[in-house]
């Protein structure tokens, strides 16, 4: 499997503990896949794509290493992503 929607993938990943959490989390604005806000659930990810979100108060920046087809456990999520440094806040929208 190449793409997997954003929801599932972060859930899997286990950025949260719920698919809901991660619709609400896009529903809220505060997702971006290669710079662009995602703006629905089935909006996919790829490997080699960038996914910016925000987890709490922290802001946080992987890249997708790999897609999955379950949601396993923690060390078989941390092998789907690449942490990379964390990045500026994004702009306020007006």
């Given at each position: 499997m190449d793409e997997l929607r954003i929801d599932k993938w972060l859930w899997f990943a286990r950025f949260c503990k719920s698919r809901?959490?991660?619709?609400?989390?896009?529903?809220?604005?505060?997702?971006?896949?290669?710079?662009?806000?995602?703006?629905?659930?089935?909006?996919?990810?790829?490997?080699?794509?960038?996914?910016?979100?925000?987890?709490?108060?922290?802001?946080r920046r992987v890249v997708v290493v790999a897609t999955a087809v379950r949601r396993g456990p923690a060390t078989e999520a941390q092998a789907l992503y690449q942490e990379l440094a964390p990045p500026d806040p994004p702009p306020a929208e007006d």
């Open positions: 809901s959490l991660a619709q609400h989390w896009i529903d809220a604005g505060e997702t971006w896949v290669n710079g662009r806000q995602v703006d629905k659930v089935s909006a996919v990810v790829r490997i080699g794509d960038e996914v910016t979100f925000r987890q709490g108060r922290r802001w």
